[in-house]
């Protein structure tokens, strides 16, 4: 078992930046990629990023060049750094690990961009 704790969301301006963390507790020597997903207003979940235990990492065209994904594999932390938030990224974002195949999602958090 994984546990996954989001912390970092908020509300902003459009034009501004948050940073998203999450951490990971529990079996974490299984886990394999992180990354982040978001559940807009009457949209499906989507991912946004996702980084693998190697460091490589891979963006959904709508936040290439803005949003940035980290990790720390020491600290079992990952982050998501969103700079030039816009209206349409409001959502609540949410925190994913790939614990050998399954799934395993944090609670979320509320990201607000408001115009």
């Known amino acids: 078992q994984v546990q996954l704790v989001e912390s970092g969301g908020g509300l902003v301006q459009a034009g501004g930046s948050l940073r998203l963390s999450c951490a990971a507790s529990g079996s974490i020597f299984r886990i394999n990629d992180m990354g982040w997903y978001r559940q807009g207003p009457r949209k499906q979940r989507e991912l946004v990023a996702f980084i693998t235990s190697g460091g490589t990492t891979n963006y959904a065209d709508s936040v290439k060049s803005r949003f940035t994904i980290s990790r720390d594999n020491a600290k079992n932390t990952v982050h998501l750094q969103m700079n030039s938030l816009r209206p349409e990224d409001t959502a609540v974002y949410y925190c994913?690990?790939?614990?050998?195949?399954?799934?395993?999602w944090g609670q979320g958090t509320q990201v607000t961009v408001s115009s």
């Open positions: 994913n690990a790939d614990v050998l195949g399954t799934m395993f």
